[in-house]
């Protein structure tokens, strides 16, 4: 069955970095374009990072911008977030996100929790 599987988060100090992992089984990943999203305590999931499926294209949200890099290994089936200089404002749950637009067929992961202390 389709899976994704984050990995990676925790505690950190401000101006630490961590990065997450997000292993995917299940379905055919290299022709799916990956995403990472966040939610915080009582805010909408947001967008942080995009990636095309062979990996040519990344997006950035701008509160991210020079600070977190998102990148793929399509051998490994895996997504990965850079995340440094962190801010205690990148506290949530990080979640990995597929998409094929073609088939139009999307899949999210469980989610990883990212605490970023003052």
């Known amino acids: 069955q389709v899976q994704l599987v984050e990995s990676g988060g925790g505690l950190v100090q401000t101006g630490g970095s961590l990065r997450l992992s997000c292993a995917a089984s299940g379905f055919s990943f290299s022709t799916y374009a990956m995403s990472w999203y966040r939610q915080a305590p009582g805010k909408e999931r947001e967008l942080v990072a995009y990636?095309?499926?062979?990996?040519?294209?990344?997006n950035y949200a701008d509160f991210v911008k020079g600070r977190f890099t998102i990148a793929r290994d399509n051998s490994k089936n895996t997504v990965y977030l850079q995340m440094n200089s962190l801010k205690p404002e990148d506290t949530a749950v990080y979640y990995c996100y597929a998409r094929n637009g073609i088939r139009r067929l999307d899949y999210w992961g469980q989610g990883t929790q990212v605490t970023v202390s003052s």
């Open positions: 990636i095309s499926s062979a990996g040519g294209v990344t």
